[in-house]
């Protein structure tokens, strides 16, 4: 049990430490409005890792993450500011983040190019396409978009209530439901689990569409915290989520890890920067500090891998 | 390679019946006596260019001339190059561009000015030598000294502040900040800097960043930003800590990114040029140079209704940067 979740305790006992060294120097990083603002406006985040972790256990990567977040929450923000009610913008960006994640999966799945320079390309092509649509300029959305039409507390409770219970429902089925074994078995070995009658293009295929509409419902997500939608809103989130789920254990060559554990790797490095400010540190430590977490994190990665050769 | 040279050769005789028509139409431009003043944008669908546009024209009216606007749909430097080339075929007698690429324009700039056209710069400038004067809408010091002179009128020239930046290597964000922080030293030693964060162009991040400003710094006064995503992400984390009013937020972007939170006070001002004047100036600085009235070494500049404007070297001063406030951000769509 210990050694099976190392690395999870390992984040966690991580974790503890930085918030125990805030409570003692910079206690004022627990009031409830900041922290719960900070929650809150990384529950998209969240979300998005979800569909990212997903890929990256059946032996993929989508770096597009980020680009399709941008198009779905201008696509939501298109819908909104013309009128449309919010069910219907929420269905939009679903719909759009699943039409871009199918395009990914055909690619990879059917034609079997590797994911990391599809999702390269597609990259680059939704964000220059939002580029050429959008001019870069700040959307500014009607009244009743930002928290639901509700008031800032509900809609805050809301934001993070949906991604827990994505984070719970998707932990859950992907140790107990089949679809969810399949999804290691595939990320393993895809020919053992052709073998063993899964069909692994299905699977590849259907874990892209969802990490688009997952990606989607993370662009809603964000969007109902402000009035406006930023048309690049998504910049940089591809590395954020990648990095999340590498530090929360998920193995870079599939087949392991879990929900859990990214949720652990996304906690420890979204309060690196707020605890710098807190404790009155430049900012020029953010990236490096993350930077090396991730790096601790890979070479734990590659000594664990070494162990079990050695073994066998 | 033989195929290629020959269509290169097949290609140059295409175009030499097109070089002498072209040629006529100069002559024949020329005859009519109206000046004709060209004014290419970054992309011409931009609100900000369309406002720049509005100033352009009324300066046109005003003169006279006949004034031509075009520009790439979107932004796009190798549609400007074309567009250049085109006025320099048709034969105007100004040229005033605002550069996507500084490199690239240079070179079809330079041509113009070779065929006998005058050419400035405004809003983004070419190489000092495509151009006789770049119409500057704002220079670092003047930038840096508005932010910091409305913050600190807002708060009572005391107390603490934090600067929202782009990121810690955009050279114009840093030469603003620095010009925030020697304003600071010289005029009001009662302010202090707290922090400065960068927000990677992004709004959300600004209100995440401005979020721990406001818990981690609790006597922090004001907020100033010095990139345009920063504004209203600065004052959504204002607005959400429920201090709005009590935290001050200014900064450098446009009024209509910003009317929502300066309406409900959350934002106090909003500092940027006034567009309009910028296309305003940069007809009047091409008119100017192409009646001889303006040469370069010239201190000052008679702007028509913008008065007397500053000349450094070769750069026609906008002038002090203009403050959107409650009172008058209504007026201004771009």
Request: proline residues 4%; positive net charge; aromatic residues 6%.
């Amino acid at each position: 049990m210990m050694r099976k979740y190392s690395r999870e305790i390992i984040v966690a006992i991580a974790l503890i430490l930085l918030m125990l060294a805030l409570a003692a120097y910079a206690p004022a990083y627990f009031d409830p409005q900041p922290l719960l603002s900070r929650f809150t406006s990384q529950a998209p985040a969240l979300v998005a890792a979800i569909g990212i972790t997903l890929v990256i256990i059946i032996r993929q990567i989508d770096i597009s993450i980020g680009a399709q977040f941008s198009m779905c929450a201008v696509v939501a923000g298109v819908a909104a500011a013309a009128g449309m009610p919010l069910p219907v913008a929420v269905l939009a960006a679903v719909l759009t983040g699943a039409v871009m994640g199918a395009f990914n999966g055909l690619l990879v799945a059917w034609l079997g190019l590797p994911s990391i320079v599809v999702t390269l390309a597609t990259m680059v092509t939704w964000n220059e396409a939002l580029r050429l649509w959008q001019q870069g300029r700040l959307m500014n959305l009607p009244a009743g978009i930002q928290w639901f039409g509700l008031s800032q507390s509900a809609g805050q409770g809301i934001v993070i209530g949906l991604s827990v219970v994505l984070l719970i429902a998707f932990a859950w089925g992907m140790r107990n439901l089949a679809l969810g074994r399949y999804v290691y078995a595939t990320g393993t070995d895809a020919e053992a689990a052709r073998l063993a009658g899964i069909n692994p293009r299905w699977m590849t295929f259907g874990v892209f569409v969802l990490t688009g509409a997952l990606a989607g419902l993370a662009a809603v997500l964000n969007m109902v915290q402000s009035p406006q939608v930023q048309p690049n809103a998504g910049d940089g989130l591809e590395l954020k989520v990648i990095a999340a789920a590498v530090v929360g254990g998920v193995a870079i060559t599939g087949g392991r890890g879990n929900l859990w554990g990214v949720l652990l790797g996304l906690l420890l490095l979204v309060n690196v920067n707020p605890a710098l400010t807190y404790f009155h540190q430049p900012p020029y430590w953010e990236r490096a500090i993350q930077g090396l977490v991730i790096l601790l994190a890979v070479v734990a990665d590659g000594l664990q891998r070494g162990k079990k050769v050695k073994h066998a | 390679m033989k195929r290629s040279s020959f269509l290169c050769s097949l290609a140059v005789l295409c175009a030499v019946p097109f070089i002498g028509a072209c040629k006529k139409t100069e002559t024949g431009g020329a005859k009519d006596g109206k000046l004709t003043i060209a004014f290419l944008p970054k992309s011409k669908g931009n609100q900000y260019f369309v406002t720049c546009e509005r100033g352009a024209r009324a300066a046109a009216k005003e003169l006279g001339a006949e004034l031509l606007f075009d520009g790439p749909t979107n932004s796009d430097p190798a549609k400007q190059n074309e567009i250049v080339e085109g006025w320099i075929s048709s034969g105007v007698d100004v040229i005033a561009a605002a550069c996507e690429n500084k490199e690239g324009l240079s070179t079809a700039l330079r041509n113009a000015q070779k065929a006998g056209i005058k050419v400035v710069t405004y809003d983004a400038d070419a190489l000092p030598d495509a151009r006789s004067f770049f119409v500057n809408q704002a220079t670092e010091k003047g930038i840096g000294d508005a932010l910091l002179d409305n913050a600190a009128k807002l708060i009572g020239e005391e107390g603490e502040f934090a600067i929202i930046t782009a990121n810690l290597t955009a050279a114009n964000q840093n030469a603003w900040i620095k010009a925030i922080e020697t304003r600071q030293a010289e005029k009001y030693p009662k302010l202090k800097l707290v922090d400065i964060k960068p927000c990677d162009d992004l709004k959300d991040k600004a209100q995440q960043e401005t979020t721990n400003l406001l818990g981690a710094h609790p006597n922090l006064k004001a907020v100033i930003s010095v990139c345009s995503p920063g504004v209203p992400g600065a004052a959504e984390a204002v607005k959400q800590a429920g201090k709005t009013g009590a935290v001050k937020v200014v900064g450098l972007g446009l009024p209509s990114e910003n009317k929502a939170y300066v309406k409900e006070g959350v934002t106090q001002s909003v500092i940027l040029w006034k567009v309009e004047d910028l296309g305003y100036l940069a007809i009047k600085a091409g008119a100017a140079l192409a009646d001889g009235s303006l040469k370069p070494g010239a201190t000052e500049f008679d702007a028509g209704k913008l008065g007397k404007l500053k000349v450094e070297g070769d750069n026609i001063l906008l002038g002090t940067p203009f403050a959107f406030t409650k009172e008058n951000i209504d007026q201004f769509d771009f």
